[in-house]
């Protein structure tokens, strides 16, 4: 029995905790306090189940909060009941049952779900996320079982505000909001959000876009250990041209055609501008949408701290690994003719990105850094002559048409096609970003490895199935001497005698977690091209490759949490340059005025999968 006693003193702790807890706002934390900042709650019995730690309720907390009858006995660690839901977890048969599993472990217990996540990584990331999320946003209806995250539908807009005010006091509610804040407003880091038009490699999956939202929030949290209370997921439900999903009886968004123009426009804007008044220190992650409006959406917004991932994120990882494979072959980005196949938001976003690197790193003018690129899509090679056909963000690769008229060309006169483009070009890069599964057959390996020692081949498409090679055939055709990294998680491959090549995951997950962090933490304006490409030249330096040649081009993906300390740094300390960051204790942080050291501070400020101390308020 609880006497009124223990009450009354949980509520004296509760009074003094309270001004911890506002000064904390100030005053950098270490790692430790931060989990034994109390969660303050006024919930009781049953209710309490909502913010749940199942058998791992301790004993006093069972007393204090009347948890006794609703509880087997025994009071079990975390690392007890994570060994029960991962022996649970195995016992699923497939990689869907699998995905099911881990989002109602992720609903019941929010804890357990990310301490078995952070336990697992490697094994179950494939699971949450790349491949495994696609198969649960195409059978999103046939698999639900409850509601997660935020649903903005087009024809509901008229509420939106209230919808999202809802969210905001949910959050509250919960009792785990930041341990460091006060203000209802500031309930909120990070809104990711989707309309679902270009899900991965899948296209358009409606409602079920809701799914990358929340595994691309969860990988904020075990990469970066952003509160993942604090993340607001969105669908923004504007129909869907899926007919498979029209068709399905139990589709459960919004059936009708997609919404477009400016009735879109004004949708998406609406949205925009509820988030920034509801949730003003937050940041914006786009994520998934149709390539038309990726652009224009990341140019409309850019004075707003956001970003798109399929863009920028993936740009970003690939010069990465471009930049640590080069190290390994000896040669300068310069030097590079760099062939993209797919030629969407993915590889438009590379060349970007790669673009901007021979612009800051070699002093190549735009004009000359867009020289190195030939894009093919699916009209065959992008050449000037395309005009109106060409998509804006295409405009600046498209190649000159003189330039093909004297090339040897094997294959129909109607276009001209990869494997002329490798056999007129001799690529020493080809990547991959087209959604077309095994499209780069023996035959164009074969050819692109007679020109060049170590070709670098990065098929990037997601998932599995779509990617553009296999490493291990890709490795086969050029006699191990290709460089090579894909998006989804693929095994070593055996190289010869006790040798295997680790193909490095060429995934945004290795960096938007981090630059997500970098711009919350800095309180970011905007999250500028200069803040990227520190992230970029903080991940490649930490390529295993720079000091094994035969090493992984990039760090493993299960290593993120500590790859994105030092990538968060290097955004922060770019931000504070620029004069982009708004936290004046972080920038004094940076300036070496604060308590704490840069990297050390941003461990602090990270997300633990704990059970951090219940406290009993009124
Ligand atoms: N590794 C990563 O981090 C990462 C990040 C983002 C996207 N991707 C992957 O890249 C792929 C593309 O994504 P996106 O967002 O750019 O999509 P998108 O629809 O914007 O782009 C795909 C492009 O490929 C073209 N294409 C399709 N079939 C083709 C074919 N047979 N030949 C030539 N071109 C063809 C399309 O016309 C389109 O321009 C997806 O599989 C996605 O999963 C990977
Ligand atoms: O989601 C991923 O695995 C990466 C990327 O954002 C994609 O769209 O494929
Ligand atoms: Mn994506």
Sequence with gaps: MISTSSIARTRVIASTSRTQIRSLASKPITANEKNLVPIRTNLRGSALLNTPRGAGFSREERQIFGLEGFLPYDVHSLEKQALRAYNQLL???SVILKHAFLASLRDQNQVLFYKIMQDHLKELLGVLYTPGAAEAVANYSNLFRRPVGCYISFPNQDSMRA?????????????????DSNNPHDA?????????????GIGDQGVGGITISTSKAALYTLGAGINPNRILPVVLDCGTDNHGLFSDSLYMGWKRTRIRGKNYDKFVDRFIQNCRELFPNAIIHFEDFGMANAYRLMEKYKDIPMFNDDIQGTGAVALAALIAAIKVSGARLSDQRIVIYGAGSAGMGIADQIKDGLMILEGLSEEEASRRFWCVDRNGLLVESMGNNLRHAQLPYAR????????????DNEGTWLMDVVKNVKPTVLIGTSTHSRAFSEELIREMGKHVERPIIFPMSNPTALCEVDPADALAWTENRALVATGSPFPPVQIGEGKSYTVAQTNNALIYPALGLGAILARSRTISNSMLMAGVNSLASLSPALSNPEASLLPDLADVRNVSVDVAAAVVRQAVEDGNAQDENTIKIVKGKGPLPLEEYIRSRMWDSVYRPLELVD
């Design 188 to 200: 909120i880091d990070l809104v990711v959000v989707t309309d679902a038009e270009a899900i991965l």
């Design 163 to 179: 919808q999202l005010e809802g969210h905001l006091s949910d959050v509250n509610r919960t009792a785990d909001v930041a341990y």
């Design 400 to 411: 000159p048409d003189e330039e093909i008229t004297h090339w040897e060309k094997t294959e």
């Design 91 to 93: 016992k699923q048969p």
